[in-house]
């Protein structure tokens, strides 16, 4: 764990409201890399570097240990730190923006099939063995869902976790991340509205013929024939979903049923 620095530079006239402490503390732990853990200045020192009242210095921390930036460690050693903003509380803001815009399973499907043939691409000689043995799992869990031996509901889960395990392990962040939040509204709208029913369908079967032979094409290294696998398998969802629903509603959109 690194000292906490100065934060030279950056004094706050008294009149600027409590954002700008904030954009202030974020822009220092931006230009030092500070990392998680590390400690920022004592409150009584963010007081005098930024020339502002402890009111304003506790709002503003607060704020920061919302949107997970910052933690609050208790205690004589503790203090403020440098969070880790989880995947789990990125998800939720962005849902936060969501809520107010004209969603249509059209446009998922529209990025998805932009996303998901890269994303598989990129995880194409990276997976670990129990990457790979995640995969055959979701693989057997679906044939146990066509053959009618686990509930709908386990099969759609297993289903999307295929994909799930594509997005974690994919080694660009920003396309692993909006992958996954997809993955995470289709599963979510699965157990909301249960649109699409696994078992003794077109679909299912679809499914997991394309999951077998993508495990194959991952266990050959075959980047080529993973990527147009993933293409063709989201296109023939697409059109599959997309027959049978349309506008994303407001209250599915309130879900948070990830497991």
């Not at 004209?102 to 499907?109: A, G, L, N």
């Not at 979510?188 to 029913?197: G, K, P, Q, T, W």
């Not at 050959?220 to 293409?231: F, I, N, Y």
Request: proline share 4%; aromatic share 8%; net charge negative.
């Amino acid at each position: 764990m690194t000292e906490s620095k100065s934060i030279s530079g950056s004094r706050i006239p008294r009149v600027r409201r409590t954002d700008q402490v904030v954009e202030v503390i974020k822009g220092w732990v931006v230009r030092h890399d500070l990392e998680t853990g590390d400690r920022l200045p004592r409150e009584s020192e963010l007081i005098a570097m930024l020339g502002c009242s402890r009111g304003t210095i506790r709002e503003a921390l607060k704020i920061l240990e919302y949107q997970g930036i910052v933690r609050i460690v208790p205690g004589a050693g503790g203090g403020a730190q440098v969070g880790a903003v989880s995947y789990e509380h990125a998800n939720e803001f962005l849902r936060h923006y969501f809520y107010f815009q004209p969603i249509t399973w059209e446009s998922v499907y529209q990025i998805r099939e932009q996303l998901e043939p890269l994303v598989a691409e990129k995880a194409v000689g990276i997976l670990s063995e129990d990457e790979i043995q995640a995969l055959e799992k979701t693989v057997e869990l679906c044939e146990d869902g066509v053959a009618g031996r686990i509930p709908p509901s386990e099969h759609r889960a297993a289903e999307l976790e295929f994909h799930s395990v594509l997005a974690r392990a994919c080694p660009d962040p920003m396309l692993g991340f909006f992958a996954g939040f997809i993955n995470d509204l289709l599963r979510d709208f699965a157990e909301h509205r249960n649109v699409i029913e696994p078992q003794n369908s077109e679909f299912a079967a679809a499914a997991l013929r394309y999951h077998r032979q993508l495990l194959q094409a991952y266990k050959d290294k075959d980047a080529k024939r993973v990527r147009d696998l993933m293409s063709a398998h989201i296109h023939d969802a697409r059109c599959i979903v997309n027959a049978r629903d349309g506008q994303v509603s407001g209250d599915f959109l309130l879900q948070r049923n990830h497991g």
